[in-house]
């Protein structure tokens, strides 16, 4: 079947076990390659909110624009109703940006937020059958919260336990870095003072 803007011979990824291939067109509709449908936004949301795998490229040069469609949602989700940053946090995040520590920050971010999901997947599991997720407003989940102190206190103890290891093992990386790029450099470990 022929798709908009692609020809009869167009590879649909999704097929053949890629990633859900969505286009973007000039007029700023996306185009489903699965569904053989134009899509939202919101249809995008659902997808990352079901966890499917798929990827965002410009119709005519193939570019991948998947970054910009999630900051895209990101942007929308912030705008109405409780945003997730606050103000000071993202004037934070912008400072990092050009940032020697650009790279690790980024890098310590994933993998703190991968902590945290990791955490909310083993509260899951733990209080499965008491409440269905999907469901539960932020309002519902602070008030059910409030009533399981002790299980949070522990989980969460947990979280800042990993997150701080995270911290430590990028500090101790930017050392080796370091060591590695100034040898003979006072100050740090291992090195060798010149006489």
């Known amino acids: 079947m022929k798709r908009p803007g692609g020809t009869a011979g167009d590879e649909d990824s999704a097929g053949h076990g890629g990633p859900r291939i ?9 185009y489903d390659t699965h569904t053989s449908a134009y899509i939202t936004l919101a249809d995008v949301k659902t997808m990352v909110l079901d966890g499917q795998d798929f ?7 193939g570019e991948d624009l998947t970054r910009s469609i999630l900051l895209q949602i990101i942007l929308e989700e912030e ?4 945003p997730m940053f606050s103000t000071q946090m993202l004037a934070h995040i912008i400072r990092f940006y050009g940032h020697a520590m650009q790279g690790l920050m980024g890098s310590y971010l994933e993998k703190n937020l991968q902590t945290f999901v990791e955490l909310q997947n083993r509260f899951a599991e733990q209080s ?23 299980l ?14 995270l911290f430590t ?27």
């Open 79 to 82: 705008t109405g109703g409780v």
């Open 128 to 150: 499965r059958g008491l409440y269905d997720a999907q469901k539960f407003t932020p309002e519902m989940w602070t008030q059910f919260l409030s009533g399981q102190a002790p």
């Open 169 to 195: 093992q990028m500090q101790e990386q930017m050392q080796k870095q370091a060591e590695t790029l100034f040898p003979n450099m006072p100050g740090f470990p291992g090195s060798k003072r010149q006489p």
């Open 22 to 30: 969505l286009k973007k067109y000039p007029n700023r509709r996306l």
């Open 152 to 165: 949070m206190q522990g989980l969460i103890g947990n979280y800042m336990e990993q997150s701080k290891k």
């Open 55 to 61: 990827e965002v490229r410009d119709a005519k040069s």
